[in-house]
């Protein structure tokens, strides 16, 4: 792909569309831009600038600037991603929405938010929960991560069981598309049948087919009534098998995360603190809701019973604080690890999801390979993090993790699953996009990116490459 270099021409009409502080090309400014938070450097590209946007009549200025420059716009909120969606592959700038940090609204009545892209998911849950609401979407960074960034990678989290992915939660957003135009697609209704629906492919588009400046979300009335439950297995076949039964129970869970003792056993050495069954244990942490304390009591007795029918050693209700910061730890606990790191984001039907982890695990077996693995399990999401001995050449293990990714892929797709559950394609996922998408599937979407951003300016080289 060639584009036009960021010239002191182009850098000047950018300062005017901005203001001379929301541009800058001094390299070190520019480092922590060159990468998400994919620590690996084989994956880091600097920009050639980066543009802070605080409205989106500057974010349209910038993009029509590049279309009749032809250079890139690499779209970027928190960098908190963990596909380099957000890395400049081919140069040209960055464009950060971090400025864009205000809620603007938050209706009681009507149960809407109304905020600008760099909001920070969780001050979005706390504002909600000062009006005695509820912000349903809670991706494991939410203490870092933007809502535009939720919205452009349809972040999944820990509570999908129950209320779905980020999509679910949004009404509407105000894009710029990538001609320049500022388009507001999507409408605050329960349902509507009014052409195709924008809004949805917007979302999770990895910033590909719109850049994200404002958007109306969902809120609900806080529950009021909730307890986290700690079922521990001896083994992780146990753990993943009782999840099916939990769903079949007729008893919809928030949330049924997995952990497994190695990984419980690096986030404890990573909090310093002693976490219950670690000696052996497998987590699955379920939390639910009741309408009063009754109906929790009850729900509370029949996952205990069913849990430990399906083999746990022990089911007793969670410190609500502690036992999510060791499931938010996961990531953190690995990177204490080791900064090399395959991340997987695979995802199957929950039903097919204990056949997946033993096949994960026959083949970390088989190559050799060290794993963390954590899970969304009640929406059949597992997190794999391969990591990379220091004493072990990066050739020979990205060669294994590329042997490894080849089967797991075949095994996935043949059961009915896909690459990412939530993190997203990015750059990094890009080559298995195209190895293993259905081929008719995939040149519907390069038709929809053509059609769209006709100069390919947004955010190229994500996903799939255009021709």
Known sequence: MRYEPITPEILKKLQAAVGPKNVTTDPDKMQPYSHDEVTD??????????????????????????????????????GTGLACGAVPIYGGIVLSLEKMNRILEINEDALYAVVEPGVRTSDLQ??????GLFYAGDPCSGDSCFIGGNIATNAGGNRAVKYGTTR??????????????????????????????????????????????????KLLPKPKYALDLLAVFDSPEQAIGAVGAILKQGIVPTCVEYMDNITIRSVEKYLHEKLQGSDSGNYLIVEVEGIHDDDLDDK???????????????????????????????????????????????????DQEPLLLAEILRLAGKYGLITRIASHAGDGNIHLNILKPDDTPYEDWARRVEQNQQELYAFIYAHGGRLSGEHGIGFKRKHLMEEFTNPDELAMMKAIKKALDPNNILNPGKIFDIE
């Open 300 to 350: 509370a007795v029949a996952l205990d019973e069913l849990c430990t029918q399906h083999g746990a050693s022990s089911v007793l209700v969670a410190d609500h604080n502690k036992i999510w910061q060791a499931r938010k730890a996961f990531a953190e606990a690995v990177r204490a690890e080791s900064l090399i790191v395959s991340k997987e984001d695979v995802v199957v039907p929950v």
């Open 126 to 131: 706390d504002a909600a929960e000062a009006k």
């Open 41 to 78: 450097p084989a994956y880091h590209h600097m920009p050639e600038a980066v543009v802070f946007a605080e409205t989106a009549e500057q974010v349209a200025a910038v993009v029509q600037l590049a279309n009749d420059y032809h250079f890139p716009v690499v779209p970027r909120g928190a």
């Open 168 to 217: 679910h939660q949004v009404y509407d957003v105000e894009i710029v598309n990538p001609t320049g135009r500022i388009v507001q697609l999507g409408a605050r209704l329960q349902k509507q049948s009014t052409g195709y629906c924008l809004e949805q492919l917007v979302i999770g588009s990895e910033g590909t087919l719109g850049i994200i400046t404002k958007a109306t979300v």
